[in-house]
């Protein structure tokens, strides 16, 4: 069953010099539920383009996009974004503690969060490799790395339906990216959390993926099971964009 789902999508974007540019061109796709989903491509794509309209930060020229067969243009923002979820690349962290980072999602819903001795706070720092401690650091003392993960964090503690991340192993170190990969993973199976994560990372996407796509100049080149997708690739250009990220050393 698909839970998210793109007909059509087209965003346009005018330069200051009053080019048109087709950002996005009739992309149409579905994510299934309780699945991770990565999308790849050459940087300018449009991939984070993407992420920001199903989050309604920016909205489409045309198309739809529906969340449980609603359409999310119909939805307020902020009662879609209780359950479809942004973490950007760049992560912001809010002064104070890294428990008090994870509080803001319950706040932001006008809920009580848990007692400060809860295990949830715990919980969701293992999750994501942190340890206990960091709970009583301060949130922006923390590496960037580190910063990344308590974002990630702070987005599933209220266990939204649908997680969007946009690079989110970009300053993680090979060991740290694959645990990261298995804690989508049991995610998904656990709590029947749906992902799209757009990333540069193949060797992350390879083993993160269920499905994966391959984004080219604003159109879907490609978009198939994870295990076809990396190992018997049925476009000239997503063979090409492989061999070529492989000699970048996947970056």
Partial sequence: MSLL???????????EDGVRLNVLQGISMALPAGSVTVMV???????????????????????????DG????LLPPLHLR??????????FMFNGT????LQRPFLLRKLTPPPPDHPVWQQTLARLDLP?????????????????RVGVARALICEPEVVLLDEPTSALDRPAAE?????????????????????????FAERAADHAV??????IREHAQAGQFFEAPQTDALRRFLLGSEGAGGA
């Fill in 179 to 203: 645990r990261f990969a298995q804690s989508l993973r049991t995610l998904c199976g656990e709590k029947g959390m749906t992902f799209l994560v757009v990333t540069h990372d193949l060797w």
């Fill in 82 to 91: 209780k359950k479809v979820v942004l973490v950007p690349q760049k992560t």
């Fill in 70 to 73: 609603r359409e999310i243009a």
């Fill in 98 to 101: 890294v428990q008090e980072n």
């Fill in 5 to 15: 789902e793109l007909e059509k999508v087209r965003k346009v974007r005018i330069r």
């Fill in 214 to 219: 391959f984004l080219e100049a604003g159109q």
């Fill in 41 to 67: 491509g050459p940087s300018g794509c449009g991939k984070t383009t993407l992420l920001r309209l199903i989050n309604r930060l920016e909205e489409p020229n045309g198309g739809r996009i529906l969340l």
């Fill in 132 to 148: 206990e401690l960091f709970l009583s650091r301060m949130a922006t003392s923390l590496s960037l790395g580190q910063q990344q």
